[in-house]
Nanobody
Framework: QVQLVESGGGLVQAGGSLRLSCAAS????????MGWFRQAPGKEREFVAA????????YYADSVKGRFTISRDNARNTVYLQMNSLKPEDTAVYYC???????????????????WGQGTQVTVSS
């Protein structure tokens, strides 16, 4: 079992930045690959970014590549999502997730992750 708690969401103007954090407790954090997903009203949950267990590999959705950076600090049991050059279309509830059986073929699929946080709202105004 692992518990995930996101923080750092808020309201920001287009072009601004936010840094989301996801603190994990429970089982050893480093056994999990971590992902960030988002869900806008009326839309399905979509993949944003993922990072491997030790942090050596990162993956991004095309829509955020070059603007967002995922990282993790296993000593602090925390994963981060640095979001720069935010756009109104980035507005959504952002969720972090933990998965223990991720591969190159499934890191973008929500059902590959067994544990989820409660989400944090990000609103980007134009």
């Amino acid at each position: 079992q692992v518990q995930l708690v996101e923080s750092g969401g808020g309201l920001v103007q287009a072009g601004g930045s936010l840094r989301l954090s996801c603190a994990a407790s429970g089982r050893t954090f480093s056994v999990y690959a971590m992902g960030w997903f988002r869900q806008a009203p009326g839309k399905e949950r979509e993949f944003v970014a993922a990072v491997s267990r030790i942090g050596g590999n990162t993956y991004y959705a095309d829509s955020v590549k070059g603007r967002f950076t995922i990282s993790r600090d296993n000593a602090r049991n925390t994963v981060y999502l640095q979001m720069n050059s935010l756009k109104p279309e980035d507005t959504a509830v952002y969720y972090c997730a933990a998965g223990s059986a991720l591969t190159l073929n499934n890191y973008g699929v929500p059902r590959s992750y067994g544990y989820w946080g409660q989400g944090t709202q990000v609103t980007v105004s134009s």
